[in-house]
């Protein structure tokens, strides 16, 4: 079947910059998308969701753009924090398996 | 809202004993829960969907006799691991939808089993 994968599997940034995570997407009929976080020992944590019918959505802090044309989709965490460090998936509505995910390490 | 919960969130047992994880929907109802196995810097693998009253469907490669599936209610699913081995020691996370098809999965905490 088709599937959800990340570009990076890992991304460093300082403590105050700007986070981006990408993820690609094969499925062009998939119309609904979820970001979850993962600590480490925890089970996944919802983000943030986006519809295909709309290509920005922005919650506190997290922004999920949709781009459709190329079936890319992104995570923007502004000001980052320690406390995101952490495991970034991106899932598919249906998707019941999910990518390796990109380690978010936050720097002092 | 949406919050599922696993217990226990640990277990240590004894080669070949039995151990059971119980995947509870707190305040919503749960028609379909999905069990993943997580093993150490590795992604979630999904081992089974088991929708309320009906039989378990399981991935490809997931034993069924071992790993046995119930989904009793619309609130809780249990996963039996049967005879445990070493090899079955990884971090177990089941995850809950409610009936709305394409909706989101909500997650619970995980149970880290380790067999010895």
């Known amino acids: 079947g088709e599937s959800v994968g990340l570009h990076l599997p890992t991304l460093s940034v300082q403590e105050g910059d700007n986070s981006i995570i990408n993820c690609a997407y094969s499925?062009?009929?998939?119309?609904?998308f979820i970001w979850y976080k993962q600590e480490s020992g925890k089970g996944p944590q919802f983000i943030i969701d986006?519809?295909?019918?709309?290509d920005k959505r922005q919650g506190q802090r997290v922004t999920v753009l949709l781009n459709k044309t190329v079936k890319h989709l992104s995570l923007q965490i502004a000001a980052t924090q320690p406390g995101d460090s952490a495991v970034y998936f991106c899932?598919?509505?249906?998707?019941?398996?999910f990518g390796k995910g990109t380690s978010l390490l936050v720097t002092p | 809202g949406a919050v599922v919960s696993q217990h226990p969130s640990w277990v240590i047992c004894k080669s070949g004993t039995s151990v059971k994880i119980e995947c509870r929907s707190l305040d919503f109802q749960a028609t379909t829960m999905f069990w993943y196995r997580q093993f150490p810097k590795q992604s979630l693998m999904l081992m089974a969907t088991s929708n309320e009253g009906s039989k378990a469907t399981y991935e490809q490669g997931v034993e069924k006799d071992k790993f046995l599936i119930n989904h009793a209610s619309l609130t809780l699913s249990t996963l039996t691991v049967t005879s445990a081995h070493p090899e079955d020691s990884s971090f177990y996370i089941c995850?809950?939808?409610?009936?709305?098809?394409?909706?989101?999965?909500?997650f619970g905490p995980g149970t880290r089993l380790l067999v010895l």
């Open positions: 986006i519809r295909s019918n709309m």
């Open positions: 995850s809950a939808r409610d009936w709305t098809p394409g909706e989101t999965q909500y």
């Open positions: 899932a598919e509505s249906q998707a019941l398996n």
């Open positions: 499925n062009s009929a998939s119309d609904y």
